[in-house]
């Protein structure tokens, strides 16, 4: 087994240690010395407690910040991590100094090792001073306020006292604050002139409720070194007893132990006043099956760790987001790209309202959803605030397409056709799109109106991939059948030209004729292509979906009214036939299973189409909803009651559409540039599929998931009952002792409390795999940025887990 | 009548005149050098055509900036507006100078008319330079990032080419971005030590797609006067003509060429990729019927003004957001506070799952909430993402509840006991909550539950405050009875001594004991406080709306099984009695009437209260829907499958509860810090409550439209049929001749004409209102932050079209 990567990064956090990071608002603030006065006033609180740490120095060795510290600062611990002698910015003098350029995560793990030993050996106060100006670059050039977010230490930062600096404190102070940073305090040094401190003082009271302190300038420098130290000296004793300084070091006390508190009091405070999605509030124990999260970063939140007596032990602890925070991360948490998106618009519009309007984020984001789904269906774009509500209005547009067409009448209740287990969403009309089960039995307007068809599903079993069909198909569609591959079932025209297709067109459409039969109505076919997430993360064979849509589209005699005349044929080739069909690509789309749109695995398009989640990259809620020219014509009349009567007041708002513009980009250049490369070379892209017998070219079908990782777990046969990955999503379905299955077995609980628990023994701090279970399923959701390091981790874990 | 306050600002923006704002990254670093090469550079281009505005400038006038360009860019027109002779910080040099501090708005409309000056006289381009770094403060103490936001000027970014240089230019670029600003340019001077030109042109071509021109440095400083103007006239002349700059004025050329063709292409791009909530597409006539948002800026929307053939006019307008846009705008658009809180949450999280998680945020709103509601009830708090899905939440926990308590079948469907009229969303669940209407009739899945009282309104009409009772209810209820004032009309308690509730609870009980009878099955009351939004702007007798709740609370009889056993009381005095209260207060709620919760009018507390639109200021979508304890507990239980079965992905997601957290706080420290005295004193806090017969207190009810606006318009009578106002909304009920009413009436349109053909001879470019109207009944909303002089404009269009 190879050696595993070193593990993901906790954010350092002690009870007993306070750890500040000293950021400046520009270079040549005096950054240094308020460390060393800080240092100064914290070690006579706590004298031999304060340690100090430069990650990155710059100058001659003579002037670095560590010997300033020492000179003046003796009983101060103190380390520099990188030192390089020229006095420029980190990321030049890296470059010509002819050693390794520390990697990021290099600068972060060594800090977090700096602050850990100092917890260790009972250090009260750590300062970490960084270099220049707030985004000054380190040496890997990525500048520091990035580069030291994940460590989310709270900060210092020293404002500018010079003609210009109320800018320079301003705009740094928002840099650091959109990157999530609290800046606990801020201090410069008082001067007549230009009364900055003034102005910030009343600027940080008023807009930030931040305390500004101002500290008299050190005395003017000394040609005569010895006198020169001495002044120098003196200022720090003066100045370090200082109620100005001194008030800074007791408020930097307080925040931190306020941060703690918070903390520890928020898993309480959440089981008094919060009413959880989705929960039983009587299955929580206590505060410790609440999930405390400090701040997230990339892939990993910084949970509250399981609670400890020992005051070394870290109380953050790095959490792998595995469900994709509920199925919407994609481009990594507090990614900075989409905090300024969201920002901007938010700056250039706040919410504009939309009914009748029009602005530049909801304009783009149009034409690149239309563009990018390359569909001659589809060609307009109704936008609402999530999957749900976005289903609903596919809803309102369908039913009310098929009801004119066929001349129902306004009583007629037309039901969808649908399959099983499948879900799509938790408002009323949603949730009657679904066949009653757990999910709406107790809901007390549910009422499910359709047909729901039962279908084969693809697991990987036994190292074979399988479709399997169930016992009560099998008479209608045939026994379960292996492949070689995934590509190869998902090569659904090379397995139509083998009539696999032909037992599956022939069931449905019998099916479709039996329920007309019965007087049954439908008004809509609603489908998730390929995946039924919340109905169980199934993967259902894609060339049973195809046959449906084919089957409908190709008969309108299912659906009109009995011995109706058959109405006139829509004049357009991409007009609806049959049922306006709808795809529920919530989940599924925008790369969620490795492709822009999901429908491209079924080759076929959509009459209506729904997209949320990843469509702002996992930050803000937003959904639309795409429809067909011709269904959109449907609701064209001189009568205003014929409009869609639908709107949200956020409709389209302009931060969410701004974000999406982003992330869609985002995605797209990943995609196209190769950023997922390392994932389809995971045993995924192979020649199997081009030379299988079809002929056919390779189908491009992957997964952020090794495929030998799938296979090799699916053998534990004992325990799982079958697994797939497709794109960034892994579904392990355990065999459940007691045979129950659904979303309310308890079968997947213990492999899911094996990543719960994590790696309790990580050098870098513990960390763990939050992950959520769907009944007897455990999923693994990775985002679009998940890194191969990552997913080797969790692997590991994994085949820990299930002893593979 | 009063001379009108100068009327909003236009943003200045013409098609033959390409103007920037120059800012720099700091002082110093060469913003006048750049302003002198691009004025010379688009002087060659367009010989006489170029113009400089130095808005506020400080130091010596032998210094100053418009002394450097007449002297090196000798044809380029220049002006300074205010000059200070200190060379400090403007917003010192104004206050010691000892003249009249200029305040924002004279700053923004000179720059505004020096714009339209330029523009008149054919000139091609205007540079106009700020002083100092983005955030220096200018002559008021506002820093110019936020002062010149209104006017949003497209800007070149000077930045900084010293050690420290690369933070400074980009933190300056993120505080203009995240206030809306376009950056076209950045601009620096090429160095070779700190070689920030060639990070920052990496920089900004990966990460926000700007390019960034390097210009070689001016000659060093000659100390002969003569010498030294000759080499600098030199350099002028060779860089100005130098590739470096001329590419960036090509640039700066096609950029604004780009912006109007935008512009102009959004509404035709818009009619063929959107489809519009609430519209009939084909009552649009054509791109003019679309509102082209440029951007927004306090209560003012920047749109594409009606083309005209002038180049002289200004292609944008000011239109006052008389809809708050959907109702959902409070605290102004682009409120900075609220986007650096958006970018906060960002930047700190993302979005983070919180199915059993918890974060800052929500902790901090769910407690905020439910302490602002001081309600002894509610205690618990569920998160969705807008009104309508809250509302589906609150069905679910009332219905349910009700269903428990009196053992009703799982098959039998509970109605909701409602007023007509009332609207409470869009997705099935919250429309059943309606009686049949035109919003619903062609909707497939409608299903209306319920019964719906018809109910007293409240209307000012020919000057006086009326309870109106519809023509069916008057023998139950009385006639027409007129107050004083709408302070004793709510004088809820007051009435309730005389007995004015007396027929009105009588006729509750009879209507409940009639329906129980029918065999008719209720769940749940659901309405909305005191104003009807949707349904018609309906002011409702607050008396009334207590009656039904008192009614329902102490009638369980009303309600139970007929011959159940009577069921244990709940053993809480605050738990529901009769059935589940709902109030659904998205639309009423968080100060919109000017109260923090409309339930307050009412004097009584739900069991169950949903909180949207006002909830984030006007920012993002989020919805709470609060809870009492005994609504919670019903869904306790050890079975999984009784949870509550409902959760959005984004549920409580970071962002929005950080602006919400913003939000509610602003309002609650402008509510006790008396920000909204001015509007009260309008004619609404008046002795004559408190000298009513009741004996009462005067009952604190107030509007942001003056009393005597809303009386004298109502005395209209001819077209107005009635009028009312409240906190920030205005209500003024048509006279249809044709005698339609409701939502698909045209009565109100010509009203609604008038506003938005609005004043087209304004000084400061024309500007109008942007308003809905609700079938007969014109309204307009104000946001929480409209200013007296805003409400006087408005009110002297108003009166103008009602010939008041």
Redesign the interface.
């Known amino acids: 087994m190879p050696v595993p990567p070193p593990p993901p990064l906790a954010s350092p956090l002690w009870r007993s240690l306070r750890s500040y990071q000293i950021f400046g608002a520009?270079?040549?603030v005096g950054k240094t010395v308020f460390s060393t006065l800080l240092c100064k006033a914290a070690a006579r609180r706590s004298p031999g407690g304060v340690a100090f740490l430069k990650p990155v120095s710059t100058g001659p060795d003579s002037e670095a910040d560590d010997r300033h510290i020492s000179k003046f600062a003796s009983d101060v611990s103190n380390k520099t991590l990188f030192q390089y002698k020229i006095?420029?910015?980190p990321?030049?003098a890296a470059r010509v100094s002819n050693t390794t350029i520390p990697s990021n995560d290099t600068l972060l793990f060594q800090c977090r090792d700096y602050a850990a030993q100092c917890a260790n050996i009972g250090r009260k106060w750590l300062f970490v001073e960084t270099a220049?100006?707030?985004?000054?670059?380190g040496p890997s050039?990525t500048?520091q306020a990035d580069l030291y977010?994940p460590l989310?230490l709270p900060v210092v930062l020293v404002g500018d006292s010079r003609?210009?600096g109320?800018?320079?404190t301003?705009?740094?102070f928002?840099?650091l604050?959109?990157?999530?940073?609290d800046v606990e305090s801020v201090v410069l040094f008082k001067e007549d002139?230009?009364?900055n401190f003034s102005?910030l003082s009343e600027y940080f009271a008023e807009?930030h409720n931040v305390p500004v302190a101002g500290v008299i300038e050190p005395p003017e420098r000394k040609s005569n070194l010895e006198e020169d130290v001495r002044a120098m000296s003196q200022y720090y004793e003066e100045q370090s007893q200082d109620g100005n300084t001194t008030n800074v070091i007791s408020h930097l006390d307080s925040r931190h132990e306020e941060r703690i508190a918070?903390l520890n009091s928020?898993?309480t405070?959440?089981l008094?006043?919060?009413?959880?999605?989705?929960?039983?509030?009587?299955?929580?124990t206590g505060p410790k099956?609440?999930?405390?999260?400090?701040?997230?970063h990339g892939d990993y939140?910084q949970t509250l760790a399981p609670s400890s007596s020992s005051q070394t032990d870290s109380l953050l602890r790095a959490s792998f987001?595995g469900?994709a925070?509920?199925?919407?991360?994609g481009l990594?948490?507090?990614?900075?790209?989409?905090?300024?998106a969201?920002?901007?618009?938010?700056?250039?519009?706040?919410?504009?309202?939309?009914?009748?309007?029009?602005?530049?984020p909801?304009?783009e984001l149009?034409?690149r959803l239309?563009k990018g789904m390359n569909s001659p269906r589809l060609?307009?774009?109704?936008?609402s605030?999530?999957?749900?509500?976005g289903i609903?209005v596919a809803?309102?547009m369908g039913?009310?397409a098929a009801?004119l067409r066929y001349g129902w009448a306004?009583e007629e209740?037309?039901g969808v056709v649908g399959l099983k287990g499948s879900y799509h969403g938790?408002?009323?009309?949603?949730m009657?799109c679904s066949e009653p089960s757990?999910?709406?039995?107790?809901?007390?307007?549910y009422?499910g109106?359709g047909h729901w068809f039962d279908y084969p599903t693809v697991l990987c079993v036994g190292g074979k991939w399988r479709v399997n069909v169930p016992e009560e198909l099998r008479q209608a569609l045939g026994e379960d059948a292996d492949f070689g591959s995934l590509s190869e079932i998902f090569d659904v025209r090379g397995r139509e030209e083998k009539g696999h297709h032909l037992r599956y067109e022939a069931f449905i459409r019998e099916t479709l004729e039996r329920l007309q039969k019965q007087g049954r109505r439908f008004?809509s076919v609603i489908i998730e292509p390929v995946v039924l997430g919340a109905g169980g993360m199934a993967l259902v064979d894609p060339l049973f979906q195809r046959a449906l849509v084919n089957v409908v589209r190709k008969s309108p005699d299912l659906f009109r009214k009995p011995n109706a005349p058959i109405e006139e044929s829509p004049s357009s080739p991409t007009a609806w036939t049959g049922l306006p069909i709808i795809f529920d690509e919530v989940f599924t789309g925008l790369y969620r299973l490795g492709r822009f749109t999901s429908s491209s695995f079924l080759e076929t398009y959509a009459d209506i189409s729904v997209h949320?989640?990843l469509l702002t990259g996992?930050?803000?809620?937003l959904c639309t909803?795409l429809?067909s020219e011709d269904i959109?014509e449907t609701?064209?009349?001189?009568?205003?009651?014929?409009?869609?009567?639908?709107?949200?007041?956020?409709?389209a708002?302009p931060?969410?559409c701004q974000v999406a513009v982003e992330s869609v980009k985002e995605l797209q250049r990943m995609d196209t540039s190769g950023s997922w490369n390392w994932a389809k070379s995971q045993g995924w892209t192979t020649p199997e599929a081009s030379s299988s017998a079809s002929g056919q070219p390779a189908v491009d079908i992957w997964s952020t998931w090794p495929r030998n990782l799938v296979e090799d777990l699916s053998r534990q046969t004992d325990r799982v009952a079958g697994i797939w990955a497709l794109g960034s999503v892994l579904a392990i379905h355990v065999k459940d002792a007691a045979g129950s299955t659904g979303y309310?077995s308890d079968a997947a609980q213990s492999l899911r409390d094996g990543l719960i628990a994590g790696d309790a023994e990580g050098v870098n701090g513990s960390w763990n795999v939050?992950c959520?279970v769907l009944g007897n399923v455990l999923y693994l959701m990775a985002s679009q940025k998940t890194t191969e390091e990552s997913v080797a981790q969790i692997s590991l874990l994994l085949r820990k887990g299930l002893n593979a």
């Open positions: 520009n270079t040549e006095p420029v910015s990321h030049i220049g100006g707030v985004h000054s670059p050039g500048t977010a989310r003609l210009g109320i800018s320079q301003i705009s740094a928002e840099s604050r959109m990157r999530g940073y002139k230009y009364q102005y807009h918070s928020m898993a405070e959440a008094q006043n919060i009413w959880y999605p989705f929960a039983q509030h009587s299955l929580f099956d609440i999930n405390v999260i400090d701040s997230a939140f987001d469900s925070s509920w199925w919407t991360q990594g948490h507090a990614n900075p790209k989409l905090t300024l969201a920002a901007y618009a938010a700056g250039r519009y706040g919410h504009v309202m939309f009914a009748g309007g029009i602005h530049r909801a304009a149009s034409s239309l060609n307009r774009v109704f936008f605030d999530n999957g749900s509500t609903e809803l309102k039913l009310r009801k306004a209740k037309l938790d408002t009323i009309g949603a009657d757990g999910y709406n039995e107790k809901v007390e307007w009422d109106k008004g949320a989640k996992g930050l803000v809620p909803t429809a959109f609701f064209n009349s001189p009568d205003k009651t014929d409009a869609l009567l639908h709107g949200h007041s956020y409709t708002h931060v969410g309310f939050h959520r």
